[in-house]
């Protein structure tokens, strides 16, 4: 009788938040020229916004939950590897043929204590071809273990003290020749480094600054012809025989919005994420607000691609739509779907329809390679901006507000705001908004046949 009864319990504990294991984010790690290499995941306990490293007690969720065959296809992209923040203990050893160790690299837990169990499952897992990270300032006992050292590939480096290590990286590369830095910083935002910054480093954690476009007078007709279809848009008020002739001026931008409508897994993943309501009343097929949406997304991929093709002129550059780094792109789709997500269960039937590409918006700036406030005073883009506004856009501006401050790592802010407005913020429903953003976001990537670097340039 006891036994059948810490059997129970052992799985209660098992099934009970704090023992989940949930993506908070996904960074990109680039090198200095902007270029992604591969992905690094912020995991939190299934109970919390702290993210960070995945504990030794929140590792069987993550192998089973997180790392299943279909997440790692979507989390890792087109790269060979992801880094992953945890601790090598036995678990990943004992289920190495379910997620691939050649897929991984383990970012060790800081100041790690090399007890038995985790020196032997961290040689068997370098043997089986995981590779191992640290940061250089919270080696612990790694240093005093030549045969652990040798493991390291990947060191972390504060990007606010790059000198300060400068004599322990030396020495470091002694021993190992290949051994790669990778500047962090604690803060996040949609760009982490200038490139005078990443410079200093192997790779960094986040995004480098693109070269932002230069003018010569006024913003040429093309951008104005993207930001106005934009407003309307966002307006609803638009004619779509117009739109229509637009469309035909930009044959990326029209080969975009044919792809998206064709793809079949986009129309199966679209039509899945919406609520029930919506499926009863939409008779489960695409509705102009989709239509809408895919639109939207194909005005940002010829903004986006158009720019980085001016910007290679300007610079007298050979252009090649293969070596754009889409990264800013990306990260708008995600965001703009998770707000679309929240928009959906806390918005009316009037806001709600403007959630995803209010959210998506929010990355106009990166569309246009251009600052912020340049953008943003744009007067075709007045009534969107205002979302991101402080006091702007009602509900939705509050949603916007409150999910830009949890992504830049500024939890309690996001909390406090969220308080403050009243809002409640679920966290089982934000990390299942998460997880189904990245899966849609990657269906429309392959939809429009962006093709990232692989990693073999890395």
């Given at each position: 009788?006891?036994?059948?009864?810490?059997?129970?319990?052992?799985?209660?504990?098992?099934?009970?938040?704090?023992?989940?294991?949930?993506?908070?984010?996904?960074?990109?790690?680039?090198?200095?020229?902007?270029?992604?290499?591969?992905?690094?995941?912020?995991?939190?306990?299934?109970?919390?916004?702290?993210?960070?490293?995945?504990?030794?007690?929140?590792?069987?969720?993550?192998?089973?939950?997180?790392?299943?065959?279909?997440?790692?296809?979507?989390?890792?992209?087109?790269?060979?590897?992801?880094?992953?923040?945890?601790?090598?203990?036995?678990?990943?050893?004992?289920?190495?043929?379910?997620?691939?160790?050649?897929?991984?690299?383990?970012?060790?837990?800081?100041?790690?204590?090399?007890?038995?169990?985790?020196?032997?499952?961290?040689?068997?897992?370098?043997?089986?071809?995981?590779?191992?990270?640290?940061?250089?300032?919270?080696?612990?006992?790694?240093?005093?273990?030549?045969?652990?050292?040798?493991?390291?590939?990947?060191?972390?480096?504060?990007?606010?003290?790059?000198?300060?290590?400068?004599?322990?990286?030396?020495?470091?590369?002694?021993?190992?020749?290949?051994?790669?830095?990778?500047?962090?910083?604690?803060?996040?935002?949609?760009?982490?480094?200038?490139?005078?910054?990443?410079?200093?480093?192997?790779?960094?954690?986040?995004?480098?600054?693109?070269?932002?476009?230069?003018?010569?007078?006024?913003?040429?007709?093309?951008?104005?012809?993207?930001?106005?279809?934009?407003?309307?848009?966002?307006?609803?008020?638009?004619?779509?025989?117009?739109?229509?002739?637009?469309?035909?001026?930009?044959?990326?931008?029209?080969?975009?919005?044919?792809?998206?409508?064709?793809?079949?897994?986009?129309?199966?993943?679209?039509?899945?994420?919406?609520?029930?309501?919506?499926?009863?009343?939409?008779?489960?097929?695409?509705?102009?607000?989709?239509?809408?949406?895919?639109?939207?997304?194909?005005?940002?991929?010829?903004?986006?691609?158009?720019?980085?093709?001016?910007?290679?002129?300007?610079?007298?550059?050979?252009?090649?739509?293969?070596?754009?780094?889409?990264e800013p792109f990306i990260?708008?789709?995600?965001?703009?779907?998770?707000?679309?997500?929240?928009?959906?269960?806390?918005?009316?039937?009037?806001?709600?329809?403007?959630?995803?590409?209010?959210?998506?918006?929010?990355?106009?700036?990166?569309?246009?390679?251009?600052?912020?406030?340049?953008?943003?005073?744009?007067?075709?883009?007045?009534?969107?901006?205002?979302?991101?506004?402080?006091?702007?856009?009602?509900?939705?501006?509050?949603?916007?507000?409150?999910?830009?401050?949890l992504f830049e790592h500024?939890?309690?802010?996001?909390?406090?705001?969220?308080?403050?407005?009243?809002?409640?913020?679920?966290?089982?429903?934000?990390?299942?908004?998460?997880?189904?953003?990245?899966?849609?976001?990657?269906?429309?990537?392959?939809?429009?046949?962006?093709?990232?670097?692989?990693?073999?340039?890395?």
């Open positions: 009788m006891s036994d059948n009864r810490n059997i129970f319990t052992n799985k209660l504990d098992f099934d009970s938040p704090s023992m989940q294991c949930k993506v908070f984010d996904r960074l990109a790690v680039q090198n200095p020229l902007g270029k992604t290499q591969f992905y690094c995941l912020e995991l939190s306990a299934g109970n919390t916004f702290d993210f960070g490293f995945c504990r030794k007690e929140n590792v069987q969720s993550l192998l089973r939950e997180v790392l299943t065959v279909v997440n790692m296809k979507v989390l890792r992209g087109s790269y060979e590897r992801i880094m992953i923040p945890s601790v090598p203990c036995s678990l990943w050893v004992k289920q190495a043929r379910k997620y691939d160790p050649k897929t991984v690299i383990m970012w060790l837990e800081n100041s790690l204590e090399l007890t038995e169990e985790y020196k032997e499952s961290l040689l068997r897992l370098y043997k089986q071809g995981m590779k191992f990270a640290v940061r250089v300032d919270a080696m612990g006992e790694i240093p005093t273990n030549s045969e652990v050292l040798s493991c390291i590939d990947y060191v972390l480096v504060d990007a606010a003290k790059p000198q300060e290590y400068a004599d322990i990286l030396s020495s470091l590369k002694k021993n190992n020749k290949n051994l790669k830095t990778i500047g962090f910083k604690d803060t996040c935002s949609i760009f982490n480094f200038a490139i005078n910054e990443a410079s200093n480093f192997d790779y960094v954690l986040g995004m480098v600054q693109s070269e932002l476009i230069k003018y010569d007078g006024v913003r040429p007709k093309w951008q104005h012809d993207m930001l106005r279809l934009f407003a309307q848009l966002y307006s609803s008020f638009y004619d779509i025989k117009e739109v229509g002739e637009i469309v035909a001026q930009y044959p990326l931008m029209g080969t975009a919005m044919k792809k998206l409508m064709s793809s079949k897994a986009l129309t199966a993943l679209t039509l899945r994420s919406k609520t029930k309501n919506q499926m009863l009343a939409e008779n489960q097929s695409l509705t102009q607000n989709d239509l809408r949406n895919y639109l939207v997304i194909s005005v940002a991929f010829n903004l986006f691609t158009l720019t980085d093709k001016k910007i290679s002129d300007i610079n007298h550059l050979p252009f090649d739509m293969r070596n754009i780094n889409y990260q708008a789709l995600v965001f703009g779907k998770i707000v679309d997500f929240m928009g959906q269960d806390l918005c009316d039937d009037i806001s709600a329809p403007q959630a995803f590409i209010s959210g998506f918006m929010r990355y106009c700036h990166v569309f246009l390679h251009d600052t912020e406030k340049a953008t943003f005073s744009e007067f075709p883009l007045d009534a969107v901006s205002s979302c991101f506004k402080e006091g702007g856009g009602e509900q939705l501006g509050k949603i916007i507000r409150t999910l830009s401050l500024k939890v309690a802010e996001a909390l406090e705001l969220a308080y403050e407005e009243g809002m409640e913020l679920y966290k089982d429903k934000i990390y299942n908004y998460i997880s189904q953003a990245f899966l849609w976001a990657d269906t429309v990537l392959k939809a429009l046949d962006i093709a990232q670097n692989s990693a073999e340039s890395a």
